[in-house]
């Protein structure tokens, strides 16, 4: 089966700066990694996702890229706010018309220091 | 009202009771899946279910049955409960489709095995 492996397990960065979030996938068959934010007391959420026909995605102060050839793709958040603590998800699948399942990353805790 | 309900949302149980966490969803969708969240471990796969009549164990399914009464409802039922069944219990569901969809999660259901 697919196994996800991330990286940090944990982040502290201060308040205007950025953050960066590792993932790697085993299994080359995935195509689809979507990343979940979640929040005390809360399910995770999406927050972006991307598809393994493009590279990268890029949506407001959030942005994914994606290297096939070396399966692994990445969470890149820029001017990052208190708001923006949580814990944060990375997840491959691969989806077809009969199903799909999702493997998820351990999680990286987010902290934003102001 | 959350388009993926679970229900109870905490619950202290003793080793060796029956117990059953239920998930609804009004969000029509056709796969449905519970996982489980511990500490450093991430989110794990316990069972899941591509339509009502599709039923599929994940890595960690010893312990645990499921059912799954009709496209909207899916149950999670440890037969005997131990205490390291202690953990955060999600269920979440995505929707059908060849290319990847996101999956929604519920709110969670913090289960205390003493």
């Known amino acids: 089966g697919e196994n996800v492996e991330q990286h940090p397990s944990t982040l502290s960065v201060q308040e205007g700066d950025s953050a960066v979030i590792k993932c790697t996938y085993s299994d080359s068959a995935s195509n689809y990694f979507p990343w979940y934010k979640q929040e005390l007391g809360k399910g995770p959420q999406l927050i972006i996702d991307?598809?393994?026909?493009?590279g990268e995605k890029k949506d407001q102060r959030i942005a994914v890229t994606l290297n096939k050839t070396a399966k692994h793709f990445s969470l890149h958040i820029t001017e990052t706010q208190p708001e923006d603590s949580a814990v944060y998800f990375c997840a491959a699948s691969y989806s077809s018309n009969t199903g799909n399942q999702f493997y998820f990353g351990t999680g990286t805790s987010l902290t934003v220091i102001p | 009202d959350a388009d993926v309900t679970q229900t109870p949302r905490n619950r202290i149980t003793k080793t060796g009771k029956r117990i059953m966490l239920e998930c609804s969803q009004t969000k029509g969708h056709d796969r449905m899946y519970w996982y489980r969240q511990d500490p450093g471990l991430g989110l794990r796969l316990i069972y899941y279910s591509f339509d009502v009549k599709d039923i599929n164990k994940g890595e960690i399914s010893d312990g645990y049955s499921v059912s799954r009464q009709a496209q909207a409802k899916f149950s999670l039922s440890l037969e005997s409960a131990i205490p390291n069944q202690t953990a955060l219990y999600f269920c979440a569901t995505s929707d059908s489709g060849a290319w990847g969809t996101e999956a929604f999660f519920g709110q969670g259901t913090r289960l205390t095995v003493v």
């Open positions: 991307i598809r393994s026909n493009v």
